[in-house]
């Protein structure tokens, strides 16, 4: 890593901006200390060039529609026209029904996404007839929360059933505790 | 106010004015002399670099150490008490 030394003081302001490592000007007195943080930091292989990771982790969370979205994502930013009309021929072509869902976005104009299954493919005619800003900005919001709502481990029903049943052998060990007086009246 | 020594609180105390870089807590004659060669004659000269460095205790520790003889011990005293003092009066 010497060619680290070589480097000019406005590379490794960069090189220190990607791992994340907050500093001052570079100046004289302190370029060798930012190098030797620099070396540091390779050599622990911290978390260098963050900035594509954030998309694969959303692409993997909806693989369904994502896995298409991946080629037109990057072109999106301008243009959201010709991915709406990908994503939107993926969905019809899966499953032909055109006028179910018409009906479901007429309803509800702005997809907030209550069903967990249908909901990749609520975004294609909802996006389409509403605007094409919605696309881009909504898309990964309403999955997030809505997801959550099967994530129970044990159902609540199954949770009340062991509390009430805590509560009642506890009730049964109190009551048959040896007495004291103040208890007497209880039992 | 735990663990800090008199000069640590001396130098917290008021504003630094022209102090020799000696007044500085964990520097003693030797370090102080060896920042002075170097052209660090004044606690305000290693308040410079300290502010150069963001403020962050530990860059300046390693710069400490890297410039002079000095061990951690005295390095981060050094580095509490501009820390200190700066949050006291910069």
């Known amino acids: 890593m010497a060619s680290l030394d070589n480097k000019s003081?406005?590379?490794?302001?960069?090189?220190?901006?990607?791992?994340?490592?907050?500093?001052?000007?570079?100046?004289?007195?302190?370029?060798?200390?930012?190098?030797?943080?620099?070396?540091?930091?390779?050599?622990?292989?911290?978390?260098?060039?963050?900035?594509?990771?954030?998309?694969?982790?959303?692409?993997?969370?909806?693989?369904?529609?994502?896995?298409?979205?991946?080629?037109?994502?990057?072109?999106?930013?301008?243009?959201?026209?010709?991915?709406?009309?990908?994503?939107?021929?993926?969905?019809?072509?899966?499953?032909?029904?055109?006028?179910?869902?018409?009906?479901?976005?007429?309803?509800?104009?702005?997809?907030?996404?209550?069903?967990?299954?249908?909901?990749?493919?609520?975004?294609?005619?909802?996006?389409?007839?509403?605007?094409?800003?919605?696309?881009?900005?909504?898309?990964?919001?309403?999955?997030?929360?809505?997801?959550?709502?099967?994530?129970?481990?044990?159902?609540?029903?199954?949770?009340?059933?062991?509390?009430l049943a805590l509560a009642a052998f506890l009730y049964l060990v109190f009551s048959n505790m040896e007495a004291n007086e103040a208890i007497k009246g209880i039992v | 106010m735990s663990t800090t020594s008199q000069k640590h609180r001396n130098f917290v105390s008021e504003p630094m004015a022209d102090k020799p870089v000696t007044a500085l807590a964990g520097i003693g004659d030797r370090l102080g002399h060896s920042l002075t060669e170097q052209g660090y004659d004044k606690a305000y000269v290693v308040l410079g670099q300290f502010l150069l460095l963001r403020k962050d205790t530990e860059l300046f520790c390693y710069w400490l150490k890297d410039v002079t003889a000095a061990n951690s011990k005295q390095a981060d005293d050094c580095a509490q008490c501009l820390k200190d003092w700066c949050d006291a009066f910069l």
């Open chain 1, 9 to 163: 003081p406005q590379e490794i302001s960069d090189l220190l901006d990607e791992y994340g490592i907050k500093h001052g000007p570079v100046v004289g007195t302190t370029k060798s200390l930012y190098v030797k943080k620099l070396k540091e930091a390779m050599a622990k292989g911290k978390k260098a060039k963050p900035s594509s990771d954030k998309t694969y982790y959303r692409e993997e969370e909806e693989e369904v529609t994502y896995v298409y979205r991946t080629p037109s994502k990057s072109e999106t930013s301008g243009d959201g026209g010709s991915y709406m009309r990908s994503r939107r021929e993926w969905a019809e072509g899966e499953y032909g029904h055109d006028t179910s869902y018409s009906s479901y976005s007429s309803s509800r104009p702005e997809y907030k996404g209550r069903d967990l299954v249908d909901e990749p493919y609520m975004y294609d005619t909802p996006s389409t007839y509403s605007s094409n800003s919605y696309a881009k900005p909504m898309k990964s919001e309403p999955v997030k929360p809505k997801a959550q709502k099967s994530s129970r481990l044990i159902p609540l029903w199954l949770q009340f059933v062991f509390f």
